[in-house]
Structure formats: C-alpha cells, structure tokens
C-alpha cells in the first residue's frame, strides 16, 4: 500500500477557482491598467521627448475665406480669398491641399494656376508650409442672382485644408535633454533638500504629534467621541478648505494670526509666513503635520486599545511609575504600528502635491519634486521636462515601495 | 534627582506653565469673540500661577480658591497690572470678566493637577501623576486650539465683508443686526457663482464614483480574498503599490490623452477617472474585511449547493455590509475632496465640482469672505456626514488610510 500523500498540482476544482477569481479581477485590472499603467508608459515615453505644451496639437493649416468686391448686382465680379497659415511657428505641414465647393450662383471666372476645377469643387495643390508661413488663393467669380437672393454665406461651405505633419508625440525623436537639464539645473539641489526637508520632518512630526494625540485620548471619559471627530477635522475637511483657511489666517496684511502676535507684541511687525524663504518650507511642513496627525493618531488609538491590560496591572504590582510603564511597555508594543506608520505617511508626504500648490504655489523655496512636475509641465509649458521629473518621482517611489514591502511582509505577514 | 521632586517646587513650576497657558488662551479667546485688544501678562500670570501652586498644597476647596484668586485678579486688574493687559479703551466689565475666567480656569484645574502633591519631597509616582495631568490638561487645549481656530477663521471671515475685514482681522464677532446680510457671501455664491450647480455636480460625480468604486472592488477583493489562485500575493502586493502611484505622475499623461480624446472639460471624463483612482484603495480595504469574515459560512452555503456567486451575494455581502458602509462614506469623502484632477482637467465654469469652483474663487478680484464661504460649503456637507456616522467613518479611515 503507498503512504497517502496530499494532492499536489492543480485539480479541475482547482482551475475552475482560479478562473473564476480572474473573471472576478477582470474589470478592476482592466480598468487600472488603462488609467494606471499606460499612463505611466506613456509618461516615460515623454520623458524622453523635447515637447512642450503647444506641440499637443499637431501642427496643421487654417484657413479663412473672404468674399471681397461688396457685389450687390447680377452679374458683377467678385473674388473669393482664402488665407492660408501654418499654425504652427516652427514645424513644418507637408503637402497641403485646399478645395472648396462654390455655393450655387457663384460662377468661377479665373482660378490662381496652383488649382484645378473639377466640376463643382475646385482642388489646389499647394506644396509644404515652413513654420508660421502664410499662403495666398484668390479666386475671381461672377455673382448671380441665387447667391444674392438666398442667404448663403461662403462659410456654409467650409474649405477643406489637408497636410499632413509630423507628430512629436509619436515620431522617432528621442533626447535625454530633459534629464539632463533637471539634473544640472541650479534648482535640482533646493527641489531635493525641499522634497526630503518636507518629507522627513513632515512624516516625522504628524507621527509624534499623532502619538500624543492619541495618548491623550487613551483615557475613557464622558464626550470622548466628540473630541475625537473633532480632532479628525483637519483630515476630513477637503483640503481645499483647510490651505485657503491657512492662507488667510496667516495673511500678512489682513491675517488674523498676524494682527494677534503684534497685538501680543510678539513680534514688531506682521510676519509674510509664506512668503520667506526658510519660513515658508516650515509653515507648509507644519501644515502638513497638522493635517495628517489625526491619522496617525486614529492608527495609534486603535493599536493602544487593543493592548493587554494585565501587562499594566502586572506593571503596576511591580511598582512601576507611569512614565516607565509608557517607556517599557506602551512604546515597545507601538513600535510596528509606529514604523508601518512611517514608512506610509513618508511616501505619501513625498507624492504630496495639492497642500504645497495651494499654500504657496511652489514659491520662496517649497518647490518640491511633485510640484515641479507641474510647475515645468504648465508653468513653463514644457511637458517632456514635466515628464521627465515624474519618472524621478516613480523612481524614488519604487524603491520605497519594495522597502515597504519587504518591511512590511515581516510586520503584517501580508 | 530627589531635590527636583519637592513638591514646593514642582507646585510652583506647574502653576506658573498652567497659568500662562491659561492666560495666553483666554486673551486669544477673547481677542476673537471681542476684537478689543487682549493681551497676557507673562510675568503677572506667572506670579500669580506660582502663588496658586503653592496654595494648592495646603488647602483645596476649589470653589473658594477660584473665588479668592477671582477677586485678587480683579484688585490687581483695577490696579492697572492684571494677568490679562488691555488698552484703555476696554470697559472694566470686560476686563473683569476676563480676570474672572482666568482665575476659574487657573485654579479649579491646578487644584486636580497637584492633587497627588504634599510640600516637602514627593516620591515618583505622584511627581510624575502630576506632570501627566498637566500634559493632558496642556493637550486638550493645544490640540483644541490647533484644530478649532482654522475653522473658526474660515466660518466668521465668511461672514464678514471687506471692510471689516480690513478694519480689524481680529475681530470675529457676529452682528447680529444685520439679520440675513450676514450670509450675503452666500447668497452671492449661490446667485452669481453658480455655486449650486457645482455643489449638485460634486455630490453625483461622488455617488457615481462610490458606485462604480464598488462595483469594481466588491469581486476583485472577494477573489484576493477567499480564492486560491496563482500570483494572489503579487496582485495583493501590486494593489498596494499602485495605490502609491502619486496622482501627479498620472495626471500629465491622462490630461494629455484628455485633451487629445475631447474627454477634457467633461464630468464623463471625470467620472471615468475618479472610480480608478480609489478602486485599488477599496480593493485594499474590502479584501481584509472579507478575511475576517468567518470563512465556514460560506462553506455552509457552498455544501448546501449554492452557487460561488450565490455566496457572494447571499452571505458574504451582507455580512460585510458595514464594512462596505465604510468603504462607501470613505470613497465618497476622496472624491468629494479631490482637486488636482478637477483642477487640472476642468476649465469651462459650468462642469465644476465644487473643489474646483472653490478653486476659481482664489484669484485677487474675488473677496475673501467669498473663498471663505466657498471652503464653507465645500466642508459643511463632509461635516455632516462624517459627524452623522462617525463610527462608520472612524473605521474606513483606519482600515484604509494608508492613504493621503
């Protein structure tokens, strides 16, 4: 008789589970991969890209018609005018053409030599456009009666430009220029010392404050609910709300922050908190730990409550005095809450952009690298260079994440 | 290390800190429901707090110390050098009064704090009993003050107009008088903003993102949770680092493929994104709720011949009903809040969400009391929710929030 050995492999109970738990993930991985993955594709792609802002939309000629000689009687002599331009200033369209269709009663006398009649619609042949270059067609017709008679206008029958152009986005034109330029740029070294300044005491403070919140709140007393919801106020609010009500608490004119401390005589003059140079990093810094320790303190809470009590009541037999029962006991049983806490919060406050952007734009030294993002992609309308410091970002972040991972796999067994 | 622990001492260190936080929060509070001019007095209030440390030690009737501290605060007032300055243009009524706050609150609660004190040498644990109460005593009204004033600023400046604004940024008190005027801001919002059409966009463009949220979410995470498949730990693993993909690195491409689409400047367009944006956070939330669950249920039903899908929505969901409350008030409060997207992706004022439409509202043309408002109404609705179902709320922001 062979000793019974659990099944190995794959039953077809087996397979039909797996089938079904990727019918189940379909959608969700369908979806994020559209909004998630292709666009982080299609950002490494631009990254490598000299395109700005206005290369977006291919270059292409426009066209604008004009019936010019006022005619107001059968018969008379009128031209039609078509101006021509390359939107674009520097690239160049290829092969345009231009044809447009008379409206009854206009009857052609004369065509420019460039164009060609074809029964009703007349096609000109028009060659390249350099950058910004600008093209002529005049076309003399006699006007009948019909076209004065009816309401017509000659842009009832638009003309039709074709060309074709090159698309920066998908032709072959690679460069590292945008790398290059972010790395040697004067502002590279205070982008970064921004970013991790914000970061690190960001992260680190929300968490400490975080933890005496929550110490605070360990206590069981009567409206205990009500401070808690209204210590989770600066979390919940929209963020919006909160950085304007910041801004103007802190106006350096009409702030009431300001009008206090000189009342208080704290300071001689009103203080401009997000307008100087080592001062605004720290007021963003400090708002973003206003607004994130009701996190860390929820966490925090959460994992207090669940901690033995007879590990205290032991303690306290033991004589042991209230600061060291914090010391030897609380703090060690936090601990992996603490750093899955920091290690989070530290990501997140690194991708962190709305705050910054609203409180000060990314001026007097708060640039950090996610608004710079924005400030080279539509500040200076330059998208590749935007793009370009994003893959810095998921760069940084990868390698946070597989720390986390790692970090956290040990922690939470995930 | 033993002389520190005198109890003369600490009494007296603990009451002057008590005191000139007493001091200092009674005039800011003061400042701002009056707009009259308050200040502490440090060395007053410090003096002051000393003496009442000491006496806590030998005598603890807390009415009558408040008393007695009321009416040496008031002599001294009257004398020109009380705990709380004021120019001369206050009244002697108010000055008073504030004199009397101080002492109540200086007293009443040093009283508790040293209560663990005795003059001469205190041993450890009451020395350190009695720097806790005053930490906690401390925290409660520096987390109060930290969390309440920005709020406080953003409900009376709307309240406000120009010219008082300017006047005097301190003062935040209400005239009453002027009946519905002061809600003018509103009103205005509502008129000539179009606030309520942003506000109706805001709340469907949430239902409809919570909506589809789930209906992603709710099989996805059932399978990461229950299902044996390969690579479930790498797709659980992914989610994770998805969800920690910033918004902005995705917001250029997906703005550039918006605008190349025509789905720019559409609630469509933004309705296709938001869900994206907080499926994987769901996912992440549902599928550890849904590992609690007890699993022998659904093998219950599973033997009694239901179908896996039959499980699902028989058993599963409506066990996993709060959880899915939860999820459901979380998502809704990210796609309430979201701004970068809107901001980025929406440019024609009558598609705005209401983040968005506050947004408009920071440009110098527009009052201040308007974008006060505005951050009014965009906090009231969250408010109400959260305060509503807090315990619900409470939970889907422990369970998700890894999130910012």
Redesign the interface.
Known sequence: MTPSVPPTGNGPLGKREARLAWLLLFPTIISVSIVVLLPLIAIFWISFKPIGLEDLRPPETVVREQLLGRPSADGDVATIRYRLRNSSQKKPVEDVTLSDTLPDGLVIVSLDERCVLNGLVFVCTLGDFEGGQRETVEVTVTVGRIFLDSSINLSDTPAVVTGTSENILTNSEFTLENFVRFFNGQEFWSVLFATLFYTIVGTIGAVVVGLFAALLLNNDFKGKGLIRGLYLFPYVAPVIAVAFSWVTLLDPFSGSLNALLVQMRVVESPINFFGQRPLALIMVTIFEIWRYFPLSFLFILARMQSIDTDMYEAADIDGASPFQKFWYLSLPMLLGILSVLFLLRFIWTFNKFDDIFLLTGGSAGTRTLTVNVYEQAFAISNIGAGAAVAVVIFGFLLAFSIFFLKFISREEGL | MRKVRNGYLIAAIIGCFWAFTIAVII??LM??STGE????SFLVSFLQGIATGLTTLFYRNKPILSVGLAVISIIFCSLGFGSILIDETVSFSTQAFASVLFAIFTAWPLIIILNSLSPGDVD??DF??AV?KFL?GF??IF??T??????Y??LM?SLKNQQE??Q???D?SIDLSKGMNLFRSYFELFGQFGFGSYLWTSFYVSVITVVITL???I??A???AR????G?TA???SV???Y???????A???Y??F??TGLRNTVTGIV??Y???T??VA?YMLQGYFRGLPYEVEEAGLMDGLS?RAVIWKITLPLALPAIASVSLYVF?IA??E??LAFMLLDDPSKFT??RG??SL?SSEVP?QH??AG??I??LP??VI??SL?RF??NG??AG????
């Open positions: 005039a800011v400042s701002f001019s308050f200040r502490p450890k644990h350190e009993d806790i906690t925290g409660y987390f109060t930290i969390v309440v004033i920005p709020f600023v953003m400046t604004l300017l005097n940024p301190l935040f209906a992603f979410s099989p996805g059932y399978a990461v299902l044996r498949f390969k479930r797709f659980g693993r994770l680092v998805i920690m993909v910033p918004m902005i690195v995705l250029l491409p997906i550039i493929a605008s190349m296709m994104i869900p994206v944006t499926i994987p996912l896996r409060m309430w809040n701004f970068l209401l983040t506050v947004s920071n201040r974008l006060m951050a009014v965009a906090t969250i408010m959260f305060l807090e709320m409470t922001l422990t929030s890894v999130k910012g």
